[in-house]
C-alpha cells in the first residue's frame, strides 16, 4: 500500500453519528477535464466568459427539463432525515457531505435567483450568488457524491441527492468545467466502444487467451465469442471484467454458465462496455449516445436477447433506462425482458435445474454479500420487487455453503456503497475513497469477527475495484473481493478437473422464464 | 365597518388567494416538468395501485422517515396529525350548521393542539440541539417553527384559558365567505392568532412548505418500477430522437 497522506478512519467501536467537522473534506477535489476531453462530448473547453450567468440560465433549463429537480430542489424541509445516511459523511465527517448540505450547495443559488424568497430575502433562506466559491465548492463536494441513493430511502419526500449531483455537473460541464476521470472516458465510449479504450483486436486476443486458460484450468472448451451474428444473446458487461482482477473471474463465470446452459451468445466490439458514465454527469445526450450503441449492436448482430454483466451503475442504466433511451427493443425476442441481467440468466437456469452446481467447491471460502447501490435502490431483478437482494443470494446459496449476511441495517436497500461509485473510482480521489469505505469496511468487520467471513461477493465492476483497492486500508486483503460469478463458474466447472462436458446440456428449447418486467 | 374588521378581511381575501393561486402555479409547474427516466427508489411497486399504496404509507404514516429517524418521525408525525385534527376541528367555524362528523371530532381536536405544540416543540429542540440539524437550518427554518408554535399557543390560550367570542367570530367568516360582511370581536389574542394564520398561509406557497404538494410529485416515491415492460419518454427526449441528436 502506498504511503497515504491522511489516516484511515478508526473502526467506531459503537455506531455512533459523528461529529461534524466544517471543512474536513473541502480540499477533496478531482482533476478537471482537458479542453478537448471537454469538447469531444459538446462541452466549453474551459471556464466560459459570463459563466455565472449561463450557469444560472442552465439551472432553469435542468428544472424545466427534469420534474426530479424542481419538486426536490423545493421540498426538502431541513428535517436532517438524511444527515447521518451518507457514508462520505460517517467516513469524512464534513458538515457538506451530509445530503441535504450537498443538496443545499445547489440549492442555495437556485433559491437566489428562481425564488420570491431567496431573490428578496437572501439572508433568511440561506440564498447565494453564483460566484467563484460557489462553484470550487460544487465542484468539490459534488464530487464526493457517488449518487448511491441511500438518502432517498429515508427521505421523506424521496428526496434523491443523485439528482441534485447529476444536475450540478451537468451545469458545470456547459460552464466548462468538467471532471477528468468521467470525461475521458465517455469519450473513449464514443470512440472506441469501451471505458478502457481497448480496440477490436485487443479485445479479441484477450478473449482467445481467457480461452485457452479455461480450458486448461477445466478441460472444458468454453467460447469467449466476440461479433458472432447470429448469436441467441448479447452480452454486454463492463470492460474492467475484460482484464482487472477478480473481475475478469466473473467474465470466465458467465462464460461458463451460458456454454452449460448451451446458450450460444457473444459480445460485441462496438458496444464492449456496460458501463454509462453519462449518467454520472448527469448528461442524457451522452448517456444516449453510449446507450445507442448497443442497440446497434443487438441490430447489427441479429441477436435475441440482450444480457448484462455484473455491474451496478450499469445495470441502473441498462434496467431502468435502456428501453427510454435507446428502445423500443421490439426486434428483440418478446419472450425475455430487455435488458436481462446476468443473475436474472444463472438463477433461472439454476431453478430450472439445468446447471448442476456443486457447493463444497467454494468450502474453503465463507462468503458476505455486499448489495450494490445502484441494483439495491435504482433497479431490479425478477420479477418480483425485491428481486435484486433474492436473486444473488440465492445464487449465491446455490454455490457456496457458508453464507453470512452483514447487518440488516448495512444490506438490502439500506446497503452502503462501496465507495469509489458514481464517476469518483479515480485515483485523485483516494482519500475520499478510502474515508467513504468505512461503513461497509466495519459491516464487513462484524462478519469476520461473528462468522470468520473471508470473502466479500461482489456483482459490481466499481464495487470490485474500489474494495480491492481499499480493503488493505482496513487490515484486510484485496484479494477478499470477488464476483459472484466467480463462485458461480468455480461450483459449475472446477479447475483441475476434467471431461466437464458431462453435464452439458442440448441448446434446444430453453424454457422462457415468465416474464420479468 | 371598524377598521380592525377591514383590514382582517382584506389580509384573509389576500392570503386566501395567495395560498390558492401559489399553490396552483406550483402544482401546475410540477405538472409540466416531464419525468425524463424511471427513478423510483427501489424496491419499488409495479404497479400503479400498488403506487397508491406506497404513497398512502408515506403521507399517512410517514414510512421513509420512519425508517430514517425515530425521534424526528415522533415528534414529526404529533405535530402533522394534531394538525389535522386542529385543521378539521376548525372547520366548524365555516359552516353552518356545523357537519355532524365535526361535531364529533370536537373532543379529539380540542387536545390535538397539545399533541401539535408538542411535536413542534421536540422539532424546534431536535433543530437546537443535534449540531447536524442546526448546521442545515436557515433562520426560516426557525421562523418556520416559531410561526407554527406561536398558532398552536395562541389558540391553545383560547380554547382553554382566555375564551374568546366564538360566535362572533364564527359570523365574521362566514360573512367572509357569503360576501357578507359582520364585524371581528376585538380581541387580542384572536387577532394575533388571526394574523399568524394569514402568515402562514401567504407563506405556504413560497417556502419549503411545498413539500405538501411536492411529496405527491416525487418521481422516487410515485413511479411504477416497469422500465422493462413499458417505454417512458418525456416529450424532449422524443424531439432530440427526432432530430437525430
Redesign the interface.
Known sequence: MAEAAFDTPAFREYRV?P??REGAMAHSRPFVAKPDFQEKLGFPGELVDDWERKAVEKMGEL??????????L????????????CHYYLGTTD?NN?P??RQ?LYRQVYRRYY???GKHFP????AKDMTKDVLDQWYSYFHQCSQC?RC?????????TA?ISMAAREVMDHVGKGQKYCNEIIGKVHAIGNNLGLPEPALRDTLEGLEEEVLEDTGVPVRFPLDEKGAEVLLVTPSADFFAEPHVDGLIGYGKVLHRAGISWTFSSHASEAANFGMFIGN??NM?KMALRIREAALELGVRRIVFGECGHAWRVA???L??LA??FDFLDPAW???QHICEVTHGLIRDGRLRLDPSQNDDKVVTFHDSCNI?????MGGE??G??TIPREILRACCNHFHDMPAETVR??TYCCGGGGGLLTDDLIELRVKGALPRMEALKEVVDDYGVTHLVAICAICKSQFSKVLPYYGFTMDQVISLHQLVGNALMPGGESGGESNGESSAAETPQP??? | MSLLTLSYAVLFYAATALLVGGLAWHILLYRRAPAPLKIPTTPAPTTRRGVVWRMFREVVFFESLFKSSKWTWLFGWLFHFGLLLVLLRHLRYFTQPVWEWVNWLQPAGKYASLMMIAGLAGLWLRRIVVDRVRYISSPSDHLMLLLLLAIGVTGVLMTFVWPVDIVSMKAFFLGLMRLDWQPLPPDPLLAVHLALVAALMIVFPFSKLLHVPGVFFSPTRNQADNPRRKRHVAAWAVKLERSGG
Not at chain 1, 423545493?74 to 445516511?85: L, N, R, Y
Request: charged share 25%; aromatic share 14%.
Open positions: 453519528i461529529k461534524l428544472n424545466k427539463k427534469y420534474r426530479s429537480l424542481q419538486v426536490f423545493d421540498s426538502c424541509v431541513k428535517c436532517g432525515a438524511c444527515t447521518d445516511k458538515p451530509m441535504v448540505a443545499d425564488t420570491f424568497a439572508w433568511l433562506v440561506g441513493r432517498s430511502v429515508y427521505c421523506p419526500y424521496g428526496i434523491d439528482e442524457y445526450e444516449r434496467y431502468s433506462f428501453n427510454t428502445g423500443p425482458p430487455v435488458p439495491a435502490r435504482a433497479s431490479r420487487p425485491g435484486q437482494f436497500e439500506g416474464q420479468a418486467a
